[in-house]
């Protein structure tokens, strides 16, 4: 079982940059592939990226990519997302995921953190 709680959400004015944090609870943290998702408001959950636990090999979707980047900390039990130029569209509440497929399905994820709010003003 993990636990997964976001945190660094926040108001952001277009062009700039925010970092969100997961922390994990758990022995076993570097053993999960852990992603990034968001949901928008009326829109479908969106995947982000994903770092694999073992190899740290990442994946990021098209809208997202040479913009965000994923990475982990498994001494301190942390995912990370940096997010720079960000824009409007991006807002939306931001999701951690842990589970042990590769995957941008987030159905292959196992457990979710509760979210943090992601607003990008124009």
């Known amino acids: 079982q993990v636990q997964l709680v976001e945190s660094g959400g926040g108001l952001v004015q277009a062009g700039g940059s925010l970092r969100l944090s997961c922390a994990a609870s758990?022995?076993?943290?570097?053993?999960?592939?852990m992603g990034w998702f968001r949901q928008a408001v009326g829109k479908e959950r969106e995947f982000l990226s994903y770092v694999d636990g073992p190899s740290s090999s990442t994946y990021y979707a098209d809208s997202v990519k040479g913009r965000f980047t994923i990475s982990r900390d498994n001494a301190k039990n942390t995912l990370y997302l940096q997010m720079n130029s960000l824009k409007s569209e991006d807002t939306a509440v931001y999701y951690c995921?842990?589970?042990?497929?590769?995957?941008?399905?987030?159905?292959?994820?196992?457990?979710w953190g509760q979210g943090t709010q992601v607003t990008v003003s124009s």
């Open positions: 758990g022995r076993t943290f570097s053993t999960y592939v």
């Open positions: 995921a842990a589970g042990f497929w590769q995957s941008g399905d987030s159905n292959k994820y196992l457990y």
